[in-house]
T-cell receptor, first 114, second 115 residues
Framework: AQSVTQPDIHITVSEGASLELRCNYS??????LFWYVQSPGQGLQLLLK??????LVQGIKGFEAEFKRSQSSFNLRKPSVHWSDAAEYFC????????????FGQGTTLQVKP | GAVVSQHPSRVICKSGTSVKIECRSL??????MFWYRQFPKKSLMLMAT?????????EQGVEKDKFLINHASLTLSTLTVTSAHPEDSSFYIC???????????FGPGTRLTVL
């Protein structure tokens, strides 16, 4: 069965430091992979997605993610974190058949220290 | 960008009553909408897929008679929690998939509290 694991429930980084949020997936074929950010009172916003092609994907707000098939991973990175990046981050995989269904990981809460 | 709204944003009701939550795509048409449930500090759990003009498809373990979904137009889907109980208290989020494009946009969510 398809699944997504985000090993880190909570991460704290200092403002200006680099960030990496981990995501591992279980999927039989080439997956559709997504990273979303959820801020309090707001809906999920798509940061970036991977469908095919270049395994290094650039997203909004300075985020990027790298698809590594050999490791079944799709980790999210940002070279320098801003205080406004504090939020909940979700990795998701698109379910089989391009139905639009998404399977989400448990989420990682990012706290940014001044 | 595409905007999805949900109404109400917050609702408190008594046990045994029914609550309707609306999900609207404001500037695009959505043949398909999805309803998720999010528990505190937990992931989003897909409840059902709502297709315009047809019956919703429910995920395993989701009671279709409890959570009634109607998708009467290309811009509106509704979720009705019938005979709500305290265990139905949760954060309900919808998303709308833009027709012909496949990209999905999420609403801001509705906080349901059942007393």
């Amino acid at each position: 069965a398809q699944s997504v694991t985000q090993p880190d429930i909570h991460i704290t980084v200092s403002e200006g430091a680099s960030l990496e949020l981990r995501c591992n997936y279980s999927y039989g074929a080439t997956p559709y992979l997504f990273w979303y950010v959820q801020s309090p009172g707001q809906g999920l916003q798509l940061l970036l997605k991977y469908f095919s092609g270049d395994t290094l994907v650039q997203g909004i707000k300075g985020f990027e993610a790298e698809f590594k098939r050999s490791q079944s991973s799709f980790n999210l990175r940002k070279p320098s974190v801003h205080w406004s990046d504090a939020a909940e981050y979700f990795c998701a995989v698109g379910a089989t058949g391009n139905t639009g269904k998404l399977i989400f990981g448990q989420g990682t809460t990012l706290q940014v220290k001044p | 960008g595409a905007v999805v709204s949900q109404h109400p944003s917050r609702v408190i009701c008594k046990s045994g009553t029914s609550v309707k939550i609306e999900c609207r795509s404001l500037d695009f048409q959505a043949t398909t909408m999805f309803w998720y449930r999010q528990f505190p500090k937990k992931s989003l759990m897909l409840m059902a897929t709502s297709n315009e003009g047809s019956k919703a498809t429910y995920e395993q373990g989701v009671e279709k008679d409890k959570f009634l979904i109607n998708h009467a137009s290309l811009t509106l889907s509704t979720l009705t929690v019938t005979s709500a109980h305290p265990e139905d208290s949760s954060f309900y989020i919808c998303s709308a998939r833009e027709t012909g494009r496949g990209e999905q946009f999420f609403g801001p969510g509705t906080r349901l509290t059942v007393l």
